[in-house]
């Protein structure tokens, strides 16, 4: 049989995330009170960037949902003034980091290799991010940073419904390549940063292999820099089968059963046509049930007919035919999405454009809904 080469749209029966906490009055006041800011709140403050203040947008609107708030009310020990700070702080580091505008054709470059890829689901169903340092093909840049943050957004786009979280594998097998593979002591920490601060609760597992002794001085250096809950999440040169079944653990170098091999023109279009449907399919919802802040994610990612408005997707005249449509739109995606793909890569060949540069792509992150959390 031949070896996967896409993404895995979907997790196995057996996969399921666990119920979502209940609740008690109390906690349910402070969601509350948090909910009622983020509804009247009409403006995005961008301290580092003041030109990129603004009106909030749909898109960060709909980012405003029921779990969001809650893992920001979780993450400050469920101080509403804190959460709302930290809200604030995130809408607006989006803004100035300019995480809607980075595009397929601009993240390329650093994904040739397959350094990084979305395969599989652990047994919570949160779907798996590899990283493999190893297999380093450029030169240490901002845009590698970016790469990270993008596929994490990709992450959070193909999240099945009641998973907020994802499970991170890396290998830190050497390679032979002429890049370096270290990661400088103040990218990690901001990397560290950016995960605690801007993705609460996000990181659901860090699986870690081929550690060497030089990662082992360098995790030692960022610990004091990480809060205890993300700690508790690394898992160093374990039998990840504990936490991966099988069947969805790559077996290069794993010890799973799922034979992958990463061909950039063939994974890359099928997982921005399938992450393009969902995003369409979310808006869908999210529009239908009222535009709300404070909208269910459960609802918004079709594990649910009924909006925290009590309306009922598909009720509606043309509704229905706008979800099949967007459930349409993958499979002819990916063909257009590797044509662009193709198009933009001869485009910055005959252009010269520096590899940092991000070139207008066909598809921009902006024109669709993202989610969001923390490690």
């Not at 940063?193 to 081929?210: F, S, T, V």
């Not at 921005?272 to 802040?293: I, M, N, P, S």
């Not at 739109?329 to 590797?338: L, S």
Request: with cysteine; net charge negative; charged share 25%.
């Amino acid at each position: 049989m031949a070896p996967q080469t896409r993404p895995i749209e979907t997790p196995p029966p057996e996969s399921k995330p666990p119920p979502p906490p209940v609740l008690t009055r109390e906690q349910e006041d402070k969601y509350s009170a948090l909910l009622e800011r983020m509804r009247t709140l009409s403006t995005i403050t961008c301290d580092k960037e003041p030109s990129k203040s603004g009106p909030i947008n749909d898109v960060e609107r709909a980012w405003l949902t029921r779990e969001c708030l809650l893992r920001y009310l979780r993450a400050t020990r469920w101080s509403v003034d804190e959460a709302a700070k930290r809200l604030h702080g995130t809408l607006g580091w989006r803004r100035e980091y300019g995480l809607d505008g980075f595009t397929a054709e601009y993240i390329s470059p650093e994904q040739e290799t397959g350094k990084q890829f979305i395969l599989g689901y652990d047994g919570g169903g949160r779907p798996c991010q590899y990283l493999n340092p190893g297999r380093q093909n450029t030169e240490q840049s901002a845009r590698q940073v970016h790469h990270l943050f993008y596929m994490m957004e990709r992450v959070v786009d193909v999240m099945p419904p009641g998973v907020e979280s994802l499970s991170l594998l890396i290998n830190f097998k050497p390679s032979r390549s002429k890049y370096s593979s270290t990661v400088p002591v103040a990218t990690a920490r901001e990397v560290l940063h950016i995960l605690q601060n801007h993705y609460p609760e996000r990181l659901g597992k860090a699986l870690i292999i081929n550690v060497p002794w030089i990662v082992w001085g360098f995790f030692k250096i960022i610990n004091p820099f990480m809060d205890p809950v993300t700690r508790d999440k690394l898992k160093f040169n374990e039998d990840m089968t504990q936490y991966v079944a099988p069947g969805e653990l790559w077996s290069s170098d794993w010890g799973g059963q799922l034979d992958f091999e990463y061909k950039h023109d063939e994974y890359w279009p099928a997982l921005h046509a399938l992450c393009r449907q969902r995003r369409e399919a979310r808006t869908a919802r999210w529009e239908a049930g009222g535009k709300l802040v404070g909208e269910s994610e459960v609802y918004l990612a079709g594990g649910s007919d009924q909006s925290v408005s009590g309306r009922r997707y598909g009720s509606d005249e043309g509704q229905s035919a706008s979800n099949g449509h967007a459930a349409a739109t993958c499979d002819a995606g990916v063909a257009a999405a590797h044509d662009a793909h193709e198009a933009a890569a001869v485009e910055l060949k005959g252009n010269g454009l520096p590899a940092d540069k991000a070139p207008q792509g066909v598809e921009s992150n902006g024109q669709a809904l993202e989610a969001n959390g923390r490690a």
